[in-house]
């Protein structure tokens, strides 16, 4: 199947920083990708498609001052958080289509300090 | 607003036993897909089924799609411990890929 590969895997940032979470497709060309938050035994919550040369499209009640998504080429997106805080800690997933079913990274654990 | 049922949301069982989780709606999906999560990875895509009444199987995991494509089931025969994860029920619906997520279903499979 395809191959999303997301980077970093985990990271720990102080409160205030930005944080910067790369999703690239390494077998096949994404215009679309989408960005997933996710709490510990839940399910996954879109926040944002990531649109290939356009603006990102934000789900309702996401900010998008504060999760910038920018999608420069056919193969990677990246989500950046900005000013983040505690509450921002959390695991971030991305995922792109290909064929008939979704690829996901191996998901971002943010943990704010 | 579509949304995907998904039930039970935690199960624990024995190893050998069966079961049986549900992924129901009102709206019509054009396709669906079933992932398994293991803590701290992202989902892997297990099958897609696209056409009504379609059944797959995937050595002792069957997947349903049910005839009017509003739902959908995955059972597991004999479960084993490694059979132990998050399962997850997604309905696409040709909106450039997005994807409609159930609540998912923990399962624990105890040895």
């Known amino acids: 199947g395809a191959v999303v590969s997301q980077h970093p895997s985990w990271v720990i940032c102080k409160s205030g920083t930005s944080v910067k979470i790369e999703c690239r497709s390494l077998?096949?060309?994404?215009?679309?990708m989408f960005w997933y938050r996710q709490f510990p035994k839940q399910s996954l919550m879109l926040m944002a498609t990531?649109?290939?040369?356009?603006?990102?499209?934000?789900e309702q009640g996401v900010e998008k001052d504060k999760f910038l998504i920018n999608h420069a080429s056919l193969t990677l997106s990246t989500l950046t958080v900005t000013s983040a805080h505690p509450e921002d800690s959390s695991f971030y997933i991305c995922s792109a289509t290909a064929g008939m079913g979704a690829f996901f990274g191996q998901g971002t654990r943010l943990t704010v300090v | 607003t579509q949304l995907l049922e998904q039930s039970p949301q935690f199960l624990s069982i024995q190893e050998g036993e069966n079961l049986t989780v549900y992924c129901n709606s009102s709206s019509v999906f054009s396709s669906l897909q079933w992932y398994r999560q293991e803590p701290g990875e992202g989902p892997v895509l297990l099958v897609t089924?696209?056409?009504?009444?379609e059944v797959k199987k995937l050595k002792r995991l069957t997947f349903q799609f049910g005839d009017a494509r509003k739902d959908s089931s995955l059972h597991i025969t004999a479960a084993q411990p490694g059979d132990t994860g998050l399962y997850l029920c997604?309905?696409?619906?040709?909106?450039?890929?997005?994807?409609?997520f159930g609540q998912g279903t923990e399962l624990s499979v105890k040895p």
């Open positions: 089924v696209v056409t009504g009444g």
């Open positions: 990531s649109n290939e040369g356009s603006k990102a499209t934000y």
């Open positions: 077998d096949f060309q994404a215009t679309t």
């Open positions: 997604a309905g696409a619906n040709n909106q450039g890929g997005k994807l409609i």
